[in-house]
Nanobody, 125 residues
Framework: QLQLVESGGGLVQPGGSLRLSCAAS????????IGWFRQAPDKEREGVSC????????NYADSVKGRFTISRDNNKKMVYLEMNSLKPEDTAAYYC??????????????????WGQGTQVTVSS
């Protein structure tokens, strides 16, 4: 059974930092691109970042570029999202997702087939 489990969310003050983790199990992790998505109340889901199989390709939404960093450790079957300089606008449920593709670069609008349950990030003073 392929599973993705997010963790690391919580309440943080504006300007603070959090590191989200996505733990994978049940599949050959390094054959999948991994994306981070978020959804705030009453808003559509949006792509935040993605990372390719070996980590050589990354992509970021303009709203988080320069503040967030995605990384992966294939030996541990883990993907991370380091979130710095957090803003109230970053408040959302964050999800990791996986897609298997022959493409070398990750793309946020790929059809991600496997999703975690999400972890809540709240940025508030």
């Amino acid at each position: 059974q392929l599973q993705l489990v997010e963790s690391g969310g919580g309440l943080v003050q504006p300007g603070g930092s959090l590191r989200l983790s996505c733990a994978a199990s049940g599949f050959t992790f390094d054959t999948y691109h991994i994306g981070w998505f978020r959804q705030a109340p009453d808003k559509e889901r949006e792509g935040v970042s993605c990372i390719s199989r070996g980590g050589g390709s990354t992509n970021y939404a303009d709203s988080v570029k320069g503040r967030f960093t995605i990384s992966r450790d294939n030996n541990k079957k883990m993907v991370y999202l380091e979130m710095n300089s957090l803003k109230p606008e970053d408040t959302a449920a964050y999800y990791c997702a996986a897609v298997r593709t022959v493409q070398a670069t990750c793309v946020m609008n790929s059809r991600y087939l496997y999703w975690g349950q999400g972890t809540q990030v709240t940025v508030s003073s």
